[in-house]
């Protein structure tokens, strides 16, 4: 799911937290949050919780609250954390990013033509999936999931119609798994044995 309950920059709002509360209260053992971007650049929707770099107290407040909320009917809370790459709607990215400059084929010009990430750009993306992890474990949440489905990043790498890359990311499975398995052993080596990690995954 996807909420858009975010504050203006992507913060936790009052709205946010009432309706995690609510679940909470019809007794929900385990809450999934929607989309939590990594990268506020390429955002699935404008109102998106973005989770992409050193937070304010303000900011890590707002999570911790959050998380509250949610765990307050006795509930695990898990984050799931998302790069929308190519998908991120041309209103947030006139050039949005994917494994290849492969264009949404939607109707309606919801998505601009992406460009191919480099080599240094594909690390840095293994680095904010972790950066985020990190924060929203130290803001309270008992883990992350990462998502690896529904044409967001990740998943455009596993996709050979829209990975037509011929390096190290690209071509057989095992390049276009590397994204997901990297991003994984990173979180999971800064998260530590005791959160919770998991993947959200289709079969293509």
């Known amino acids: 799911m996807t909420e858009g309950l975010a504050d203006p920059g992507g913060q936790v709002s009052d709205r946010l937290i009432r309706l995690y509360q609510r679940w909470a209260d019809g007794g929900i053992g385990l809450q999934i949050t929607g989309n939590i971007m990594v990268d506020q650049r390429y ?8 989770v ?6 303000a900011a890590m407040a707002g999570l911790s609250k959050w998380a509250e909320a949610a765990q307050s009917g006795g509930a695990k809370m898990i984050g799931q954390i998302s790069h929308a790459g190519r998908q991120s709607p041309k209103s947030i ?4 990013v994917g494994p290849s400059a492969v ?7 919801l998505f ?11 690390l840095d993306v293994v680095q904010r999936f972790t950066r985020t992890s990190r924060v929203l474990c130290d803001a309270g949440f008992d883990g992350v999931q990462v998502h690896a489905a529904h044409g967001y990043l990740i998943s455009e790498f596993l996709n050979p ?3 037509q890359r011929d390096d190290d990311w690209g ?3 095992e390049n276009r798994a590397r994204l997901l398995i990297e991003v994984v052993r990173s979180v999971r080596a800064n998260i530590g044995r005791k959160k919770i ?4 995954i289709e079969f293509i």
């Not at 992409?52 to 107290?57: C, S």
């Not at 990215?93 to 949005?96: I, L």
């Not at 264009?103 to 010009?109: E, Q, R, S």
């Open 197 to 200: 990690l998991s993947v959200k």
């Open 43 to 50: 955002r699935e929707r404008p109102a998106n919780i973005v």
């Open 103 to 109: 264009a949404v084929k939607l109707p309606g010009g």
């Open 52 to 57: 992409d770099g050193k937070q304010t107290d």
């Open 93 to 96: 990215a006139p050039e949005p």
């Open 171 to 173: 071509g057989s499975l």
């Open 112 to 122: 601009a033509k992406p460009r191919a990430l480099s080599h240094d750009e594909i």
């Open 161 to 163: 119609l829209v990975n």
